[in-house]
C-alpha cells in the first residue's frame, strides 16, 4: 500500500527529497503526496525539512520562479496577487458536508460532499503540469506541545511556502518523532495558484475554489495567490482547528495574544482579544510599552484547569495600509530594515523600494503594483482610478523581529495563562470605550456575540457595510454558530479562573462626526482593564456591565499618555445609549436565528432577559444614562 506511489514519485523527486519523505515512515503522508502527485501531475516536487537550506531554498525558488522579486534591500520580495485575488473569497470557500449533515449546516457555505469532492477533483487534474512543487511540514503552534497541531502543505507556489516558512514553525522533526499511535494525525493542505500570467499572477480567476473537508481535515485550494486563501495553515488549518475544538472542547479564536506591562507594579498579564478586520485589533496588540504574543490565531485549552494560549503562528501577515512611523513605529522601522519581508500588492517605485497608503511618506507619481505599470490617474476595465496600492496590501515578516516580542509567552509550550479577554468592535454611537462583564458567560453573550462591524477591504466585494461579527470569527466557525457559541461559553466556566471580559470600542464619533479620543487612548482602556484584574479600580454599573470612574481615567491618561482626558469627553463616551442596545441585541438575535436555525433557545432567552433590563432602565432613567446614574 505505501509503495504505491514510490515509482512515481521517484521520477518526480531527488533522492534526497524521496528520502526525506520516506523517512518519516508515515503511510499518510505517503498516501497524500502520492495521490496528489499523480493527479496534479507536478514537473517536480522538492521535499523540506526543518533545515535553514530548505527554507533558502525555498526563498530562492520563490524569486526563481518569479512569483516574488528582490527589492532595494534585498532581503526584501515583492509578491503581487492578480487584480482579482485581492482578498479572501468568501463565495467560493465551501464546506463539504455529506448529503445527510446539509441541512444543518446550511448557513455555512456548503457543498454537497460528493459534488464537491468531484468538482475541486476536476478543477485541479494535471493543474500544476510543468511546475515545480513543494512539500513542508509544519506546527500549529509550538512543537511537541498539547497545542501542537501537525499540518502539511503541497503547493506548487513558492511565494505560499516561502510566506509559511516565515509564519508557521517547521515541523518536519515533529512529524518525525511521532508516535505510531498519532501518525494519521494532521492536517492536509492542497494547494495550486493554478497557470500562471506574465506577472505570475493566477490567469483563472474564476475557477478559484477553496473547499474544506472537516472530517478527514484536509483543505483543497486552486487558482489563487492571496494568503487567505491560499496559505493552508492560515484560514484553512483554522477552519479544520475550529471544527476539531468543538468536538473535543476547546477553543480556536481569531485573536490576538499580548502582556500588558506595568512596570511600577513589575506586573505582567496576558490578554486576548477579538477585533473584526479593522477594528484595531493589530494595533492594541502592539501597543507601545506593552508586549506581543501573537496578532491573529490563538487556541484555548485547559491545562491542570488553566485557561491557557498560544499563538498558533510565528510570524505576522499584517495590513500594511496606514503603517507609519507616527502610528506604528514598532512596524514601520522593521519594514524598513534589510530583513526577510514579502511586501504584497504595494507600489514598487522607481527606487525599487516599497510604497503604500497611509505610509506617511510621499509616494513616486508611477512604478508597478497589483494592476500591473501604474501611473497615477490610470483606470482599470472597469473605469475605476487604481489607487497607489491595494487596501488589503500586506506584508509578511517573523514576529520575533520586533523589539516587543514577548520571548516568554511566545515560546511557551504550555502557552500563557490568560487573564482578560478583549472584544472589540466598531461601532460611531453605541458601545463605550471599554466595559467589563460581570462574568464569563455574559462576556460571551453580551460582549463577544454581539461583536458589529464595517466591512474592510481585506475581504471581496463592498467596503463600509455595518455587519454582526459574532467574536470576530463568523468567516472561520466550522459548526453551527449556537453550538460554537454554547462551546465558548462552556469552556470558560469549565476552567477555574476563567479570564475576565472586556469589549472596546475604539471609533465612537463625537457630536460633530470626528473621534473622540487619540488613536492612544486605548492604551489607557486596556490599563483600566489591566487594573480590574488585579482588585485596583472601583467600577459604575450599566445595564450591560461595569464602566471605569472618570476619576481613574483621567489619571490613567495621564500616567500612560500624558494626556488630559476632560470630563465632558467622558461623560459623552461612557454614557449608555438605551434604544441603541436594544436594536443591537434585536440584530444579534435576528442574525442568530438567521446564520443558525438550530441555535439553542437557552441564547435568545438570555438576549430577551437583557433587553427586558435595558428596557426597564430605560423607563427608569431615560433612553440616555450619564455615567454613574444607573443603579442596577
Ligand atoms: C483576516 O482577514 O482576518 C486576516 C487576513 O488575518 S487573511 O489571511 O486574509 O485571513
Ligand atoms: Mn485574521
Request: hydrophobic content about 35%.
Amino acid at each position: 500500500m505505501t509503495e504505491k506511489y514510490d515509482t512515481l514519485l521517484k521520477t518526480k523527486m531527488s533522492k534526497a527529497s524521496f528520502e526525506k519523505l520516506t523517512a518519516l515512515k508515515n503511510p499518510k503522508v505517503m498516501e497524500f503526496v502520492g495521490f496528489f502527485a499523480e493527479h496534479c501531475d507536478p514537473a517536480s516536487i522538492y521535499v523540506c525539512d526543518d533545515s535553514a537550506e530548505d527554507t533558502k531554498y525555498v526563498r530562492d525558488q520563490a524569486v526563481a520562479q518569479g512569483e516574488e522579486e528582490i527589492l532595494a534591500h534585498p532581503e526584501q520580495t515583492i509578491h503581487w496577487d492578480g487584480y482579482g485575488d485581492q482578498g479572501r473569497d468568501k463565495n467560493n470557500t465551501r464546506f463539504m458536508v455529506a448529503k445527510e449533515n446539509l441541512a444543518n449546516m446550511k448557513a455555512l457555505n456548503s457543498i454537497d460532499y460528493d459534488k464537491g469532492y468531484a468538482e475541486i477533483l476536476e478543477i485541479s487534474k494535471g493543474i500544476m503540469k510543468g511546475k515545480d512543487a513543494v512539500v513542508q511540514f509544519f506546527s500549529e503552534g509550538p512543537t511537541e506541545s498539547p497545542f501542537t497541531i501537525p499540518c502539511i502543505q503541497f503547493t506548487d507556489s513558492w511565494y505560499v511556502a516561502h510566506s509559511e516558512f516565515i509564519l508557521y514553525r517547521s515541523a518536519y522533526t515533529h512529524f518525525f518523532k511521532m508516535p505510531d499511535a498519532e501518525k494519521d494525525k494532521f492536517y492536509r493542505f492542497i494547494h495550486s495558484a493554478g497557470e500562471l500570467d506574465d506577472r505570475n499572477c493566477t490567469v483563472h480567476v474564476d475557477k478559484r475554489r477553496i473547499y474544506m473537508d472537516t472530517q478527514n481535515n484536509i483543505v483543497y485550494s486552486m487558482n489563487n495567490q492571496y494568503a487567505g486563501n491560499s496559505i493552508g495553515l492560515k484560514k484553512h488549518a483554522m477552519r479544520l482547528a475550529i471544527n476539531q475544538s468543538g468536538k473535543e472542547g476547546w477553543l480556536c479564536e481569531h485573536m490576538f495574544v499580548m502582556a500588558a506591562i506595568d512596570e511600577k507594579k513589575k506586573r505582567k498579564t496576558y490578554f486576548c482579544g477579538a477585533y473584526p478586520s479593522a477594528c484595531g485589533k493589530t494595533s492594541t496588540a502592539m501597543i507601545p510599552g506593552e508586549k506581543i504574543v501573537g496578532d491573529d490565531i490563538a487556541y484555548f485549552r485547559s491545562i491542570n484547569g488553566e485557561f491557557r494560549a498560544v499563538n498558533v503562528e510565528f510570524g505576522m501577515f499584517g495590513i500594511i495600509k496606514d503603517v507609519n512611523a507616527k502610528d506604528d513605529p514598532v512596524i514601520f522601522e522593521n519594514l524598513m530594515k534589510n530583513q526577510e519581508i514579502i511586501f504584497s500588492n504595494v507600489l514598487i517605485g522607481p527606487d525599487n523600494k516599497p510604497y503604500w497608503l497611509g505610509m506617511g511618506v510621499e509616494p513616486p507619481a508611477e512604478g508597478r503594483n497589483h494592476f500591473g505599470p501604474w501611473k497615477k490617474g490610470v483606470k482599470d476595465a472597469k473605469g475605476k482610478e487604481v489607487g497607489i496600492a491595494h487596501g488589503n496590501a500586506r506584508y509578511t515578516m517573523r514576529l520575533d523581529y520586533l523589539d516587543n516580542i514577548d520571548k516568554e509567552g511566545f515560546e511557551a509550550k504550555l502557552g500563557v495563562k490568560v487573564e482578560g479577554i478583549l472584544y472589540g468592535g466598531r461601532d460611531s454611537d453605541t458601545t463605550v470605550p471599554v466595559e467589563e462583564s460581570p462574568n464569563w458567560r455574559d462576556g460571551i453573550l453580551l460582549k463577544a456575540a454581539t461583536l458589529e462591524s464595517e466591512t474592510t477591504s481585506a475581504t471581496l466585494g463592498a467596503e463600509g457595510v455595518r455587519e454582526p461579527s459574532p467574536m470576530a470569527n463568523l468567516d472561520f466557525v466550522s459548526y453551527p454558530l449556537g453550538a460554537y457559541t454554547i462551546n465558548n461559553i462552556k469552556f470558560g466556566e469549565s476552567v477555574e479562573n476563567p479570564p475576565r471580559i472586556f469589549s472596546n470600542n475604539y471609533f465612537m464619533k463625537g457630536p460633530d462626526g470626528d473621534f473622540m479620543t487619540s488613536k492612544l487612548a486605548k492604551k489607557a482602556w486596556l490599563h483600566w482593564a489591566e487594573g480590574r484584574i488585579h482588585g485596583e479600580y472601583q467600577a459604575l454599573h450599566t445595564p450591560t456591565g461595569m464602566i471605569p470612574l472618570y476619576k481613574d481615567l483621567k489619571e490613567l491618561f495621564k500616567t500612560h499618555l500624558n494626556e488630559d482626558f476632560s470630563e465632558e469627553t467622558y461623560a459623552y463616551l461612557f454614557t449608555f445609549h438605551c434604544t441603541k442596545w436594544i436594536q443591537k441585541l434585536e440584530r444579534t438575535k435576528a442574525f442568530y436565528a438567521k446564520m443558525d436555525p438550530e441555535a439553542p433557545k437557552e441564547l435568545f432567552d438570555y438576549w430577551d432577559e437583557a433587553i427586558a433590563k435595558i428596557q426597564a432602565a430605560k423607563d427608569k432613567y431615560g433612553d440616555e444614562i450619564k455615567p454613574g446614574d444607573y443603579k442596577g
